[in-house]
T-cell receptor, first 114, second 115 residues
Framework: DAKTTQPTSMDCAEGRAANLPCNHSTISGNEYVYWYRQIHSQGPQYIIH???NNETNEMASLIITEDRKSSTLILPHATLRDTAVYYC???????????????FGKGTKLSVKP | KAGVTQTPRYLIKTRGQQVTLSCSPISGHRSVSWYQQTPGQGLQFLFE???????NKGNFPGRFSGRQFSNSRSEMNVSTLELGDSALYLC??????????????FGQGTRLTVV
Protein backbone atom coordinates (compact mmCIF):
# COMPACT_ATOMS: atom_id res chain seq x y z
CA ASP A 1 0.00 0.00 0.00
CA ALA A 2 1.04 3.59 -0.62
CA LYS A 3 2.57 5.29 2.41
CA THR A 4 1.31 8.73 1.42
CA THR A 5 -1.91 10.68 1.71
CA GLN A 6 -2.84 13.35 -0.80
CA PRO A 7 -5.99 15.36 -1.47
CA THR A 8 -8.08 13.85 -4.22
CA SER A 9 -8.28 17.03 -6.27
CA MET A 10 -7.21 20.67 -6.35
CA ASP A 11 -7.82 23.66 -8.58
CA CYS A 12 -5.36 26.39 -9.43
CA ALA A 13 -5.62 29.54 -11.50
CA GLU A 14 -3.32 29.81 -14.46
CA GLY A 15 -0.19 31.81 -13.63
CA ARG A 16 -0.54 31.28 -9.91
CA ALA A 17 1.54 28.95 -7.77
CA ALA A 18 0.14 25.46 -7.26
CA ASN A 19 0.94 23.99 -3.85
CA LEU A 20 0.30 20.26 -3.62
CA PRO A 21 0.52 18.75 -0.13
CA CYS A 22 1.48 15.23 0.80
CA ASN A 23 1.43 13.49 4.18
CA HIS A 24 3.90 10.70 4.86
CA SER A 25 3.81 10.42 8.64
CA THR A 26 5.38 6.93 8.72
CA ILE A 27 8.36 7.80 6.55
CA SER A 28 11.61 6.12 7.56
CA GLY A 29 14.99 7.78 7.81
CA ASN A 30 16.26 6.22 4.59
CA GLU A 31 13.19 6.96 2.50
CA TYR A 32 13.10 9.65 -0.12
CA VAL A 33 10.08 11.62 -1.27
CA TYR A 34 9.48 11.44 -5.02
CA TRP A 35 6.94 13.31 -7.12
CA TYR A 36 5.66 12.17 -10.48
CA ARG A 37 2.81 13.45 -12.57
CA GLN A 38 0.68 11.84 -15.22
CA ILE A 39 -0.97 13.85 -17.92
CA HIS A 40 -4.01 12.15 -19.40
CA SER A 41 -3.20 9.08 -21.49
CA GLN A 42 0.57 9.48 -21.07
CA GLY A 43 3.13 7.67 -18.96
CA PRO A 44 4.08 9.22 -15.60
CA GLN A 45 6.73 11.91 -15.68
CA TYR A 46 9.36 12.43 -12.99
CA ILE A 47 9.26 15.87 -11.37
CA ILE A 48 11.56 15.99 -8.36
CA HIS A 49 12.73 14.10 -5.30
CA UNK A 50 14.37 14.85 -1.96
CA UNK A 51 15.43 13.39 1.37
CA UNK A 52 15.26 16.15 3.94
CA ASN A 53 16.47 19.35 2.34
CA ASN A 54 14.31 21.50 0.13
CA GLU A 55 14.93 20.91 -3.55
CA THR A 56 14.35 22.96 -6.67
CA ASN A 57 14.68 22.23 -10.34
CA GLU A 58 13.39 23.72 -13.56
CA MET A 59 9.97 22.19 -13.06
CA ALA A 60 9.17 22.62 -9.39
CA SER A 61 10.24 23.04 -5.79
CA LEU A 62 9.91 20.45 -3.05
CA ILE A 63 9.52 21.59 0.53
CA ILE A 64 9.93 18.88 3.18
CA THR A 65 9.05 19.64 6.78
CA GLU A 66 11.75 19.34 9.40
CA ASP A 67 10.16 16.20 10.89
CA ARG A 68 9.82 14.83 7.34
CA LYS A 69 6.23 13.82 7.96
CA SER A 70 4.88 15.96 5.15
CA SER A 71 5.96 17.77 2.05
CA THR A 72 4.66 20.23 -0.51
CA LEU A 73 5.28 20.30 -4.22
CA ILE A 74 5.22 23.82 -5.62
CA LEU A 75 4.69 24.64 -9.27
CA PRO A 76 5.59 28.33 -9.23
CA HIS A 77 3.60 29.52 -12.24
CA ALA A 78 1.04 26.92 -13.20
CA THR A 79 -0.01 26.66 -16.83
CA LEU A 80 -2.85 24.76 -18.45
CA ARG A 81 -0.33 22.09 -19.45
CA ASP A 82 0.29 21.36 -15.77
CA THR A 83 -3.19 19.86 -15.48
CA ALA A 84 -2.44 16.28 -14.45
CA VAL A 85 -2.56 13.75 -11.64
CA TYR A 86 0.34 14.31 -9.25
CA TYR A 87 1.72 11.38 -7.28
CA CYS A 88 3.75 11.66 -4.09
CA UNK A 89 5.78 8.51 -3.38
CA UNK A 90 8.10 7.61 -0.53
CA UNK A 91 10.76 5.11 -1.34
CA UNK A 92 13.94 3.75 0.15
CA UNK A 93 16.98 3.29 -1.99
CA UNK A 94 18.30 -0.20 -1.59
CA UNK A 95 21.97 0.32 -2.21
CA UNK A 96 23.11 -2.25 -4.69
CA UNK A 97 19.53 -3.31 -5.20
CA UNK A 98 16.46 -2.37 -7.11
CA UNK A 99 15.14 1.10 -7.77
CA UNK A 100 12.24 0.07 -9.90
CA UNK A 101 9.50 -0.54 -7.41
CA UNK A 102 7.40 2.59 -7.18
CA UNK A 103 4.24 2.31 -5.09
CA PHE A 104 1.71 4.76 -6.49
CA GLY A 105 -1.28 5.96 -4.50
CA LYS A 106 -4.33 7.69 -5.93
CA GLY A 107 -2.56 11.02 -6.37
CA THR A 108 -4.00 14.53 -6.60
CA LYS A 109 -5.84 15.59 -9.72
CA LEU A 110 -4.71 19.18 -10.32
CA SER A 111 -6.87 21.26 -12.62
CA VAL A 112 -5.33 24.52 -13.81
CA LYS A 113 -8.04 26.90 -14.94
CA PRO A 114 -7.73 29.98 -17.17
CA LYS B 1 18.04 11.14 -26.81
CA ALA B 2 15.21 8.75 -27.57
CA GLY B 3 12.83 7.96 -24.75
CA VAL B 4 11.34 4.68 -23.64
CA THR B 5 9.61 2.99 -26.55
CA GLN B 6 6.74 0.59 -26.08
CA THR B 7 5.16 -1.46 -28.81
CA PRO B 8 2.46 -1.89 -29.82
CA ARG B 9 0.56 1.17 -28.59
CA TYR B 10 -2.81 -0.50 -28.84
CA LEU B 11 -3.85 -4.13 -28.82
CA ILE B 12 -7.12 -6.03 -28.81
CA LYS B 13 -7.12 -9.67 -27.75
CA THR B 14 -9.70 -12.32 -27.00
CA ARG B 15 -10.12 -14.03 -23.65
CA GLY B 16 -7.88 -17.05 -23.33
CA GLN B 17 -5.26 -15.77 -25.75
CA GLN B 18 -1.81 -14.68 -24.78
CA VAL B 19 -0.03 -11.42 -25.50
CA THR B 20 3.54 -10.14 -25.59
CA LEU B 21 4.40 -6.50 -25.05
CA SER B 22 7.76 -4.95 -25.82
CA CYS B 23 9.78 -2.19 -24.19
CA SER B 24 13.01 -0.58 -25.37
CA PRO B 25 14.63 1.44 -22.57
CA ILE B 26 16.58 4.64 -22.92
CA SER B 27 20.04 3.96 -24.27
CA GLY B 28 22.38 3.15 -21.40
CA HIS B 29 19.60 2.35 -18.95
CA ARG B 30 19.88 -1.16 -17.58
CA SER B 31 16.81 -1.42 -15.36
CA VAL B 32 13.34 -1.94 -16.79
CA SER B 33 10.15 -2.04 -14.73
CA TRP B 34 6.61 -2.83 -15.75
CA TYR B 35 3.38 -1.42 -14.34
CA GLN B 36 -0.30 -2.05 -14.91
CA GLN B 37 -2.75 0.84 -14.74
CA THR B 38 -6.49 0.34 -14.44
CA PRO B 39 -9.23 2.78 -13.37
CA GLY B 40 -10.05 0.67 -10.33
CA GLN B 41 -6.60 -0.25 -9.02
CA GLY B 42 -4.50 2.62 -10.33
CA LEU B 43 -0.83 2.11 -11.09
CA GLN B 44 0.49 -1.21 -9.81
CA PHE B 45 4.02 -2.56 -10.02
CA LEU B 46 4.41 -5.81 -11.95
CA PHE B 47 8.13 -6.58 -11.98
CA GLU B 48 11.60 -5.18 -12.53
CA UNK B 49 14.48 -6.56 -14.53
CA UNK B 50 18.15 -5.73 -14.37
CA UNK B 51 20.95 -7.52 -16.22
CA UNK B 52 18.47 -10.03 -17.59
CA UNK B 53 17.38 -11.04 -14.07
CA UNK B 54 14.10 -10.35 -12.34
CA UNK B 55 14.92 -8.30 -9.24
CA ASN B 56 11.48 -7.46 -7.88
CA LYS B 57 8.01 -8.78 -8.42
CA GLY B 58 4.62 -7.32 -7.55
CA ASN B 59 1.54 -9.17 -6.44
CA PHE B 60 0.31 -10.55 -9.75
CA PRO B 61 -0.52 -14.13 -10.76
CA GLY B 62 1.93 -16.31 -12.61
CA ARG B 63 0.13 -15.61 -15.88
CA PHE B 64 2.16 -12.41 -15.93
CA SER B 65 5.77 -12.95 -16.82
CA GLY B 66 8.61 -11.05 -18.36
CA ARG B 67 12.18 -11.18 -19.48
CA GLN B 68 15.04 -8.92 -20.36
CA PHE B 69 17.54 -9.36 -23.13
CA SER B 70 21.24 -8.61 -23.16
CA ASN B 71 20.59 -5.25 -24.87
CA SER B 72 18.28 -4.33 -21.94
CA ARG B 73 15.14 -4.53 -24.05
CA SER B 74 12.33 -6.20 -22.18
CA GLU B 75 9.17 -8.08 -22.95
CA MET B 76 6.24 -8.97 -20.78
CA ASN B 77 3.83 -11.77 -21.49
CA VAL B 78 0.33 -12.38 -20.24
CA SER B 79 -1.10 -15.83 -20.84
CA THR B 80 -4.70 -16.99 -20.71
CA LEU B 81 -6.02 -13.46 -20.91
CA GLU B 82 -8.96 -12.42 -18.76
CA LEU B 83 -11.28 -9.46 -19.19
CA GLY B 84 -9.74 -7.91 -16.08
CA ASP B 85 -6.36 -7.77 -17.78
CA SER B 86 -7.60 -4.89 -19.90
CA ALA B 87 -5.34 -2.04 -18.88
CA LEU B 88 -2.61 0.38 -19.80
CA TYR B 89 0.72 -1.39 -19.42
CA LEU B 90 3.60 0.95 -18.73
CA CYS B 91 7.30 0.35 -18.94
CA UNK B 92 9.88 2.46 -17.14
CA UNK B 93 13.65 2.50 -17.45
CA UNK B 94 16.20 3.66 -14.91
CA UNK B 95 19.89 4.30 -14.91
CA UNK B 96 21.50 2.21 -12.26
CA UNK B 97 24.98 2.76 -10.96
CA UNK B 98 26.97 4.24 -8.07
CA UNK B 99 24.60 7.21 -7.94
CA UNK B 100 21.36 5.68 -6.77
CA UNK B 101 19.37 8.91 -6.84
CA UNK B 102 18.00 8.43 -10.31
CA UNK B 103 14.47 8.63 -11.55
CA UNK B 104 12.34 6.35 -13.66
CA UNK B 105 11.44 7.35 -17.21
CA PHE B 106 8.16 5.99 -18.46
CA GLY B 107 7.02 5.08 -21.93
CA GLN B 108 3.64 5.97 -23.40
CA GLY B 109 2.27 2.56 -22.60
CA THR B 110 0.45 -0.20 -24.42
CA ARG B 111 -3.33 -0.10 -24.18
CA LEU B 112 -4.55 -3.71 -24.01
CA THR B 113 -8.21 -4.49 -24.44
CA VAL B 114 -9.43 -8.02 -23.80
CA VAL B 115 -12.80 -8.91 -25.32
Amino acid sequence: DAKTTQPTSMDCAEGRAANLPCNHSTISGNEYVYWYRQIHSQGPQYIIHGLKNNETNEMASLIITEDRKSSTLILPHATLRDTAVYYCIVRALNYGGSQGNLIFGKGTKLSVKP
Amino acid sequence: KAGVTQTPRYLIKTRGQQVTLSCSPISGHRSVSWYQQTPGQGLQFLFEYFSETQRNKGNFPGRFSGRQFSNSRSEMNVSTLELGDSALYLCASSLRGPDMNTEAFFGQGTRLTVV
